[in-house]
């Protein structure tokens, strides 16, 4: 894997992203990335990863194998690591660049438009206790993009981007709205549990109903 040595500090994320996405090697590496996004590391791996599983294809299995960075970021950051760890042989796993200068071509604008908001405030949602808060809830959010489940990557995905970037950026109102999307996406979750069950046991007792109709019927 080639030597990367990046010093992000200064440059706006999306001109980080622009950046990794401008050089000629046809592979992106982990690695680089990793070393792109220097002291951000938590929370830019957040955001390219909760932007990467949001949008990831409906392949069966793929949000279970593009998950599994981000559940290791996000288990790091719960347990409170100082610096970000990877293994070998994640460090030196690729993709093909053409296909992330799509896939960060398709949330640009939008992402540009939350870094212009964006801005150090409400420190106290980005404390060190928040932080462990952030990081189980991610780490949860996470084994659910994991999850076999049509459709399951869009939201999960998106509120632990949100989380990563409110981190990276300092921004306290970006994690409170990723905190009310959370909440949100719980009630709506819920509440689609309660309405299946209750039709699961409606159809259950219309069908045993409809069982002993028939065999009254022949008896």
């Not at 610096?83 to 070998?88: H, K, R, V």
């Not at 540009?112 to 932080?131: H, Q």
Request: glycine share 10%; hydrophobic share 55%; net charge neutral.
């Amino acid at each position: 894997m080639p030597d990367y040595d990046y010093q992000s500090d200064t440059r706006p994320f999306s001109q980080v992203l622009d950046d990794i996405g401008a050089k000629d090697d046809p592979k992106l590496y982990l690695g680089e990335l990793v070393n792109a996004f220097g002291e951000r590391g938590f929370g830019a791996l957040m955001v390219f990863f909760g932007l990467i599983n949001a949008i990831a294809s409906p392949i069966p299995g793929s949000t279970t194998i593009l998950g599994t960075p981000m559940l290791l970021i996000c288990l790091q950051l719960l347990i409170r690591r100082d610096q970000l760890w990877m293994p070998g042989w994640a460090l030196k796993s690729s993709l093909p660049r053409e296909s992330y200068r799509t896939t960060i071509g398709k949330v640009k604008k939008p992402l540009l438009f939350v870094e212009r908001l964006s801005r150090p405030r409400f420190s106290v949602m980005s404390s060190e206790v928040a932080e462990v808060l952030i990081g189980l809830v991610a780490t949860l959010l996470t084994i659910i993009v994991m999850l076999p489940i049509f459709g399951g990557n869009l939201f999960p995905s998106l509120f632990v981007a949100l989380f990563g970037f409110g981190l990276m950026q300092r921004d306290g109102a970006l994690i409170g709205a990723a905190w009310v999307g959370v909440a949100g996406f719980c009630v709506f979750v819920w509440a689609a549990w309660e309405l299946i069950s209750r039709l699961f046991l409606a159809s259950a007792g219309w069908f045993a109903h409809a069982w002993d109709w028939i065999v009254a019927l022949f008896t």
